[in-house]
Structures are given as structure tokens and as C-alpha cells.
């Protein structure tokens, strides 16, 4: 049996299309379910670790990345199984396990059984995260299309949050170190990396790998804001490596600072704030995924 959290306002409410696709494809296939609906922020990881030991053949997310986060909080150093079924906007943690967008795809990958035990992300030693964790004008971009979210839902959204937030964003000025190694920087973004792309499908870090204990760092220094919307095709086809003003580098832990204090993307989410430390944890979190 398979305990489904479904998170109902995910996609801007589209989740319940793909939960009503997901019910009818566990029936069609004789596959057992529980059903459990998220109420409110942090309830999944509450769901999910009530669930925890009890024997389900895998913990599903029906929801958006801020789901299946929740969800991996509550799962992370056990030997329970994560299943993904995309039903959010941006949906880009998919990407990072192979998993497609297709419902009855998702369903498929988490029926074959396959599994990995994949590396995950911590933030100041407390919270994690499974994707990716940046700051600067990302962070601006979600506050702008949280905005016009209620108007506009998927990649359309982040667009227009993107174009309101250049107008009005001004470059971080930042102090990383990494491993050790410190360096400074004026940048319009930077971004700790386990996953490959957030953001709707912005690519910066289109070759990870979620088992070698490493994370990626990305900078995007200062850049011409005229400039902005000329890269960001770049990062859509999966080459970064055409933003010349882009760097990046390979480490298991960093540390960031600022002048100013400097909210944090978390997965999808805005958390914390500068100072923040950043550290892998090494096969921490069983995924479903193809072989």
C-alpha cells in the first residue's frame, strides 16, 4: 500500500486534476492507497512522518517541489521510500530524478519499485533541502510572482515575476567561502546546487549528480539588466556555460555573508536569511526513480 499526500492548492488548484488522474490509474492497476491532504504549511511533513514505520511501500507526494520537500524533512536518515507525482508550478525537482511530467509516468516510475539513496542539503544544520538553495534576484523573482500568481500559474508566472523584478533589483554584494576558500562577489544571483535547474526550468546546473557528495556553487555576477532577459534562453536550453558571466564551483560545504541581510530560495520557498551555512549530507533520502 502507498500513502499519497496531496497537497490541494499546488498549481494554483490544478493538483486536483492530477490527483483525480492518480486515483483512477492506483485503481485501474489494483494498486492500494491511502489518501492524506495537506491543510496548511509544514502539515505534509507532519503527514509524512505519522506515516513513517508503518509499513507503506512508498511515502508520494502529489504536489509541487514545496511538497515533496516538506516530505523529505520528515523522511530524510530513514529507510522509507519518496515518490514523486509532478502537480506544482515549477515542478523542477523532477528533473534532478528522471522523473516525468506525465502522471501515469510518475506513477509507472514509482510502481517499477526502483530506487536510489541520494544526497541532500542542509541549511545552518537545521533545515534541508533537495534542490537547490539560492539568494539575490531569485529571490526577488518569487516575491514578484507570488504577486501575480493568482492571475497567471507555471512558467507564464515566472516570467512576469522575472520582468517586474528587473526593473527594481539591485546586485548583492556577498562574501562565500567554500571549503575553506573565501571569496567575494557582486552578483546578481548565486546558487548552492544538489539539483539541476529551479525557477520553471532554468538550468544552472544541468549535469548534477544527486550520489557524488558534492553541491555545486553558481555565481552570476554583476550583469547589465538589458542583459537579463538575453541570458535567461541560455539557461532554458541547459547552457550555462554560454553566461560568461556566470562561475562555478564544486564544494561540500559554504558559507555565506552579506552587508545587507538576504533572504534565501529555498526549493521554491523563501527561508532564512545571511549568514547562512550550507552543507551536504551524503545518502541521505531514498527516491523513487528509473533505472
Request: hydrophobic share 40%.
Amino acid at each position: 500500500m502507498y500513502y499519497l499526500i496531496f497537497n490541494p492548492t499546488a498549481g494554483a488548484g490544478r493538483s486536483k486534476k492530477t490527483l483525480q488522474i492518480v486515483e483512477e490509474y492506483c485503481k485501474a492497476r489494483g494498486k492500494k492507497y491511502e489518501l492524506a491532504q495537506t491543510e496548511r504549511i509544514g502539515h505534509a511533513t507532519q503527514l509524512a512522518s505519522s506515516a513513517v514505520g508503518k509499513g507503506y511501500s512508498g511515502i508520494i507526494s502529489v504536489g509541487g517541489d514545496g511538497t515533496i520537500l516538506e516530505i523529505a524533512e520528515a523522511l530524510k536518515d530513514t529507510d522509507e521510500n519518496l515518490g514523486v507525482v509532478p502537480a506544482g508550478t515549477g515542478n523542477d525537482f523532477k528533473y534532478a530524478i528522471n522523473v516525468p511530467q506525465d502522471t501515469k509516468g510518475a506513477l509507472d516510475v514509482i510502481f517499477a519499485g526502483n530506487t536510489k539513496r541520494i544526497d541532500i542539503g542542509v541549511l545552518n544544520d537545521d533545515k534541508c533541502f533537495l534542490n537547490i538553495v539560492g539568494t539575490g534576484f531569485d529571490v526577488d523573482v518569487i516575491k514578484n510572482t507570488n504577486k501575480v500568481r493568482r492571475f497567471l500559474t507555471g512558467g507564464g508566472a515566472y516570467y512576469i515575476g522575472i520582468v517586474l523584478s528587473i526593473f527594481g533589483y539591485k546586485n548583492a554584494r556577498l562574501e562565500i567561502t567554500m571549503d575553506g576558500k573565501t571569496i567575494k562577489r557582486t552578483a546578481l544571483l548565486i546558487a548552492v546546487a544538489n539539483g539541476q535547474c529551479y525557477g520553471g526550468g532554468l538550468f544552472v546546473n544541468p549535469s548534477a549528480d544527486l550520489t557524488n557528495g558534492k553541491l555545486n556553487f553558481i555565481v552570476i555576477n554583476k550583469i547589465a539588466k538589458y542583459k537579463i532577459l538575453l541570458e535567461l534562453p541560455k539557461l532554458q536550453k541547459a547552457q550555462p556555460e554560454l553566461v560568461k558571466e556566470l562561475e562555478s564551483f564544486s564544494c561540500s560545504e559554504v558559507t555565506i555573508t552579506s552587508e545587507k541581510p538576504r533572504i534565501f530560495n529555498v526549493d521554491g520557498d523563501l527561508f532564512g536569511q545571511t549568514p547562512m551555512n550550507i552543507k551536504v549530507k551524503s545518502k541521505a533520502l531514498n527516491v523513487f526513480c528509473p533505472k
